[in-house]
Structure formats: C-alpha cells, structure tokens
C-alpha cells in the first residue's frame, strides 16, 4: 500500500460518512411524524447493542422522542430517497406532510409509525439520554427488527449491502455499488503475497 499525502483543514471539515435514515414518531395529538436523520450509529452493553442517535436543534421528531422515548428508525434504501429527500425540505410546523406517497404502518413491538417502504426497520426505546448544547443524543434499546423478507439474510454477518442499497450521507447523497468481500480476505491474500 502506498501512503497518501494528507493536507490540514480547520475543524469546521466534520465529513462523516453515514447512513440515512427515517425516524418515526407521534406527535402530540396522535398524528405520525417523520424526518430524516444521519447521525446514527451503534454502541455494545453487554450483549446487547443499542442505536445511538444525535438530532440537532428544536425540531418535533426530537421533541417527541423527549416526549415518548419511542422511535422507528427506518433505512433509508435508493428507492426512497425521494421520500427522505421530501421530508427534510418539509416541517411538521409547516402541516401534514403527505404530497408524496408513502405507506405507514404500527411497529410490531413497539407503538410507533413505521415506513412501508423501508427495507429495514428498527423499533426502539430509549435507554438513556445525553444532551450537549443542542444536540441530544439517545441511546435506544432495539425492541424489534424488520427486514424486507426478499433479503435472505441468514444472520447479522451477511448482510449484502449492494442488494440493501442504502443511501449514504456526508454532504450529499451517495450509494454502495459493489460488494469487496469478507473479514478477513484481505489480509489472507496480503500474507499469501509475501
């Protein structure tokens, strides 16, 4: 492997690559509510991993996750992006947002609106809370998966993303094309070269 040459940014250039996701909530008088977030990623306690998700700002989904400590957490895959793209530019304040279509559902073990559409839904609960300024960050105990059954996902290991195809954020919208390979097959063929 070569090195690469780096060059030094000031602190504002925070690129993340993550992945784009839906949360789903209820707001006060009952009605669903959904907007996108990318701050999320995963954390281990014990056995068990819990979803940790950081929203910004004031807006309803983070009030109502405060408020019911309940969430769906809905992947967002290429075929939706239009959807997540929609109700980023769309606020709960501004009314119903229902000018694209989109199928809603109830969570199977948790009460909380869930896309029709997502291939992969995670039903949550919040565990803990952190606030730093005004960003919250949750930390929510998996209650339940949904999978989109055509996957044929034999365990948590071989998931194909390529065929998942979920939108990737750090700016702009991105998606996986191609499938590398397996833990390990790399540097089994860095030593078979040596």
């Known amino acids: 492997m070569n090195p ?3 060059k030094s940014y000031e602190p504002k250039f925070s690129m993340c690559v993550q992945p784009a996701f839906i949360i789903g909530t209820v707001n006060e008088d009952g009605t669903d509510n959904f907007a996108p977030i990318t ?42 992006l ?3 793209d929609y109700f980023g530019a769309h606020h709960a304040r501004d009314g119903k947002k229902d000018k694209l ?9 948790v009460d909380v609106p869930v896309l029709d559409e997502s ?8 565990e803990k809370s952190v606030i730093l300024g005004l960003s919250t ?16 996902i034999p365990d948590a290991w071989s998931v194909d993303l390529t065929r998942l195809d979920p939108v990737i ?26």
């Open 4 to 6: 690469v040459k780096r």
């Open 39 to 80: 701050w999320v990623s995963a954390t281990c306690e014990g056995e068990d991993y819990l979803l940790v998700i950081s929203m910004f700002g004031t807006k309803a989904t983070k009030q109502n996750v405060v408020r019911t400590g309940k969430l769906s957490v809905n992947l967002v895959s290429r075929n939706i």
């Open 82 to 84: 239009p959807l997540m």
């Open 101 to 109: 279509p989109y199928h809603v559902s109830r969570g199977v073990a």
């Open 119 to 126: 291939p992969w839904v995670y039903e949550c609960e919040v």
């Open 137 to 152: 960050t949750f930390f929510c105990r998996v209650r339940n998966v949904q999978i989109d059954e055509t996957l044929h």
């Open 169 to 194: 954020y750090s700016g702009q919208y991105h998606s996986i094309g191609q499938w590398l390979g397996k833990i390990g097959d790399f540097s089994s063929s860095e030593e078979s070269r040596q």
